[in-house]
């Protein structure tokens, strides 16, 4: 069974559903057996030629469907669909769907690298570790994603949707990996104390974005788009608190 959240304004052809379970083995078999049991949702999902409305967006976790393979996307039961519907305002402000299990599988592994690094003292560890999450950043996808699609694969973890914004988990992501380098550039100039203290650090806020729910790089990312710094373009989704998980929508 694949969940397919519903935004707002559709929820009301659905008998105020948030989630429907429906059964699809692509996108385009689970949006008609939704519609299926709720036909009120058709005429605002499907044009009259019947595709999908321009302004009907449909991630797979967090992907847009129209960049994999549309409508013939494959679906696994772990997988989940978000319908979005286009904000006005540009892209730029609009949130999309962000795997917070991503996110959180990507902390896990920095944090238990970079102290496997520390207890052996091998200090390219934590360099790797630091290359790992810059890559990421480059990408605009957390660095270990391919090691959490196996894991979402072999039914470890189980997708974690969000409507959010990517860029500050991409910057929080990035700063950790800047400080890292930093470590391992004091590590091989003979400053241990100092390099591994800076890894600490590192450990340190994915340990707090992990456990305690809070992302400080996002927290930077946001009060720097408040004091209006290039390149920090976006403000904080409605509701939230610059930092912490965006509200569920209402």
């Known amino acids: 069974m694949t969940k397919i959240r519903l935004p707002t304004p559709l929820r009301p052809y659905a008998e ?17 057996e939704l519609t299926r049991q709720y036909p009120g949702l058709r005429p605002h999902l499907y044009a009259d030629g019947g595709g999908l409305r321009a302004y009907v ?3 797979r976790n967090e992907d847009d469907v129209r960049t994999l393979q549309g409508e ?6 772990a ?9 006005a305002g540009g892209a730029g402000s609009a949130t999309r769907p962000v795997d917070y299990s991503a996110l959180r599988t990507n902390q896990a592994l920095i944090i238990s690298l970079v102290i496997l690094g520390f207890v ?32 979402r694969a072999a039914g470890l973890v189980r997708p ?13 992501q990035g700063f950790g990996g ?15 104390t100092l390099g591994w203290a800076l890894a600490w650090v590192v450990v340190g806020l994915a340990a707090l974005n992990l456990f305690g729910g809070f992302c400080v790089g996002c927290a930077m990312y946001y009060w720097f788009h408040r004091l209006r710094i290039p390149g920090f373009r976006v403000p ?5 608190i610059p930092g912490r998980r965006p509200p569920a929508e209402a």
Do not use: C, K
């Open 236 to 240: 904080p989704p409605p509701g939230a």
């Open 178 to 192: 800047a400080v890292l380098g930093v470590a391992w550039l004091s590590l091989v100039a003979g400053t241990p």
């Open 160 to 172: 974690d949707p969000v409507r959010d914004h990517a860029q500050p988990h991409v910057f929080a």
């Open 120 to 151: 052996t003292d091998q200090p390219w560890i934590a360099a790797a570790v630091g290359v790992v999450m810059l890559l990421g950043s480059l990408l605009g996808r957390p660095g270990f994603i391919l090691v959490y699609r196996g894991l």
């Open 79 to 87: 997988d989940r669909l978000l319908i979005v519907p286009s904000i």
């Open 72 to 77: 013939a996307t494959p679906l696994r039961d």
């Open 16 to 32: 105020g559903r948030v989630e429907v379970e429906v059964e699809g083995a692509s996108v385009g078999a689970a949006l008609e």
């Open 57 to 59: 967006n449909v991630f």
